[in-house]
């Protein structure tokens, strides 16, 4: 008998508060936002440990400061997280980069930096003579001469 009651006070208690976080969600869109910033800010530190799977078009939309400018770099003769780290410490040595995250599977850099500073062709040039093609700037051949054979084209990598 007093389960019956406590059932019938504490179902529909449990329903209302089911229903309230189904329709008004676990968490905030700023919350996330927050935390995005934080995981590429540590990136830029030397913090490189995001792995793959959070490498995902929500953490590439980068937003640009006041003073500075997003630029989205693509890189089609990158092959792997080598690649990745081999950019990234070229761009990061430029004046005037403020953030950078090179996503491996989609082959693509996004840049915020400041545009008093540096500009989109300087940061173009500081990849290509890391060995690597930046949008339709060619690779200095040397360079790639120089790079792992992970990092290098299929067809111009080591037969094993």
Do not use: W
């Not at 019956?4 to 229903?19: D, E």
């Not at 078009?57 to 690649?83: P, R, V």
């Amino acid at each position: 008998m007093i389960y019956l009651k406590l059932r019938n006070i504490i179902f529909p208690i449990f329903t209302f508060v089911l229903l309230f976080v189904l329709i008004t969600g676990c968490g905030n869109k700023e919350s996330e936002n927050h935390s995005d910033n934080k995981m590429m800010n540590e990136n830029k530190n030397g913090n490189t440990g995001m792995n793959q799977s959070n490498e995902k078009t929500k953490s590439n939309e980068m937003s640009a400061k006041d003073g500075y400018e997003h630029a989205m770099i693509k890189l089609s003769t990158m092959q792997c997280d080598i690649c990745k780290d081999n950019i990234e410490t070229a761009v990061e040595k430029l004046d005037g980069i403020e953030s950078i995250n090179v996503v491996t599977k989609e082959k693509i850099a996004h840049i915020n930096f400041d545009k008093s500073k540096t500009d989109l062709s300087k940061i173009e040039s500081s990849i290509t003579a890391a060995g690597y093609d930046a949008n339709d700037k060619k690779a200095d051949p040397e360079a790639y001469k120089e790079l792992d054979d992970c990092c290098k084209q299929p067809k111009d990598q080591k037969k094993k």
